[in-house]
T-cell receptor, first 111, second 110 residues
Framework: TQLLEQSPQFLSIQEGENLTVYCNSS?????LQWYRQEPGEGPVLLVT?????EVKKLKRLTFQFGDARKDSSLHITAAQPGDTGLYLC???????????FGTGTRLQVTL | NAGVTQTPKFRILKIGQSMTLQCTQD?????MYWYRQDPGMGLKLIYY???????DKGEVPNGYNVSRSTTEDFPLRLELAAPSQTSVYFC?????????FGQGTRLTVV
């Protein structure tokens, strides 16, 4: 089993703070996705990264794919309570692969 | 398009009972997945299917069975429910690199 380890497991911060969560593996990804899951809902895709060193921005969220394609990070600038949720990285979606999820980072942003 | 639809949303089972979790997608996708998610954790793959008539085991298949007689439907069967199967179950179907999820079935085995 090729594990996806996420860190930290839990993060509680105040509104306006910045944060970074990480996703690491011992094996190379062909592509990596980040999802956010809110309570009582299924995960929703935020972004897909496919190229080593790639950086993608989604409003206040910045996603980076490591040069060796074994790790990725998600940075949130000026966190808001609406960012609260479970952040999951995943690899292998679609055509010929099993979609495998990381262990998750639970983020709580308070006023 | 409704996307991925799961039923029921909630269910309580007694130990040893059986049930089928339903999953239907109207996107004509070939791939479908079943996951379970334990509290505060990521998702673990139970079974997946690459098309009608084809299924394969994921990471945690024990205690479950699946079938895929049509492209639209991918039911998950629990034959002898155990407390360890208490979890939230998600069905998903990908398009390209994005997986679309149902809203989940919260199952409690007592």
């Amino acid at each position: 089993t090729q594990l996806l380890e996420q860190s930290p497991q839990f993060l509680s911060i105040q509104e306006g703070e910045n944060l970074t969560v990480y996703c690491n593996s011992s094996s190379v990804f062909s592509s990596l996705q980040w999802y956010r899951q809110e309570p009582g809902e299924g995960p929703v895709l935020l972004v897909t990264v496919v190229t080593g060193g790639e950086v993608k921005k989604l409003k206040r969220l910045t996603f980076q794919f490591g040069d060796a394609r074994k790790d990725s990070s998600l940075h949130i600038t000026a966190a808001q309570p609406g960012d609260t949720g479970l952040y999951l990285c995943a690899r292998g979606a679609g055509t010929a692969s099993k979609l495998t999820f990381g262990t998750g980072t639970r983020l709580q942003v308070t006023l | 398009n409704a996307g991925v639809t799961q039923t029921p949303k909630f269910r309580i089972l007694k130990i040893g009972q059986s049930m089928t979790l339903q999953c239907t997608q109207d996107m004509n996708h070939n791939y479908m997945y079943w996951y379970r998610q334990d509290p505060g954790m990521g998702l673990k793959l139970i079974y997946y299917s690459v098309g009608a008539g084809i299924t394969d085991k994921g990471e945690v298949p024990n205690g479950y069975n699946v079938s895929r007689s049509t492209t639209e439907d991918f039911p998950l069967r629990l034959e002898l429910a155990a407390p360890s199967q208490t979890s939230v179950y998600f069905c998903a179907s990908p398009e390209g690199t994005e997986a679309f999820f149902g809203q989940g079935t919260r199952l409690t085995v007592v």
